[in-house]
């Protein structure tokens, strides 16, 4: 049982193309994240909604476009990919966006633009 | 603004010493603060955190941190080190008084040798 689930595991593309990661939560949570982490394993927010609102939007190319169809689900679709899009992306859900709940993360999607 | 400052890139022990791994933050409402371990080609996963109360908070698999008001610290430690505590490790925070964004690290490389 999977708690948050990322597909694809890795995403390699040329640069250019458009590609979409998908994330699922069975937690029952209302509120859900994509981050990226780069090459030297910072980690930064990228989105997050809430009950499907967008409630954090960091300054992010806006080639980057989130969706959440439902609250369960967050999906990341990319446009015009470049170089610099290659990292690791993870989506996390915690309970609620009040800020003492913890986050729980998916594996992640390592993207690769060549 | 908020912030996270790991100071130390890297953390080497040995098996069966005591571990610290540092983290001091700065927030303008009242401190929510995490620790996250990260394994290799995983998820983060949550250990522990400070919302109220006792400044000493006790996590998953041993780990253990001080919630330090006016050094404004929450360094994570563990008394007794296992191989297996080897990975990378991230301090959070967020601002109690805002349902804002959680604020990382840049995160611990923690190596524990036999």
């Known amino acids: 049982d999977t708690a948050v689930s990322q597909t694809p595991k890795y995403l390699v593309t040329q640069m250019g193309n458009d590609k979409s990661i998908k994330c699922e939560q069975n937690l029952g949570h209302d509120t859900m994240y994509w981050y990226k982490q780069d090459s030297k394993k910072f980690l930064k927010i990228m989105f997050s909604?809430?009950?499907?609102?967008?409630?954090i939007n960091e300054t992010v190319p806006n080639r980057f476009s989130p969706k959440s169809p439902d609250k369960a689900h967050l999906n990341l679709h990319i446009n015009s990919l470049e170089l610099g899009d290659s990292a690791v992306y993870f989506c996390?859900?915690?309970?609620?966006?009040?800020?003492?709940?913890?986050?729980?993360f998916g594996p992640g999607t390592r993207l690769t633009v060549t | 603004a908020q912030s996270v400052a790991q100071p130390e890139d890297q953390v080497n022990v040995a098996e069966g010493n005591p571990l610290t791994v540092k983290c001091t933050y700065s927030v303008s409402g009242n401190p929510y603060l995490f620790w996250y371990v990260q394994y290799p080609n995983r998820g983060l996963q949550f250990l522990l955190k400070y919302i109220t109360g006792d400044n000493l908070v006790k996590g998953s698999y041993g780990f253990e941190a001080e919630f330090n008001k006016s050094q404004t610290s929450f360094h994570l430690k563990k008394p007794s080190a296992l191989v297996s505590d080897s990975a990378l490790y991230f301090c959070a925070v967020r601002d109690g008084n805002n349902a804002g964004k959680s604020t990382f690290g840049d995160g611990t490389t923690l190596t524990v040798k036999p």
């Open positions: 996390a859900s915690s309970q609620g966006r009040v800020s003492s709940y913890e986050q729980y």
């Open positions: 909604y809430n009950n499907k609102e967008l409630i």
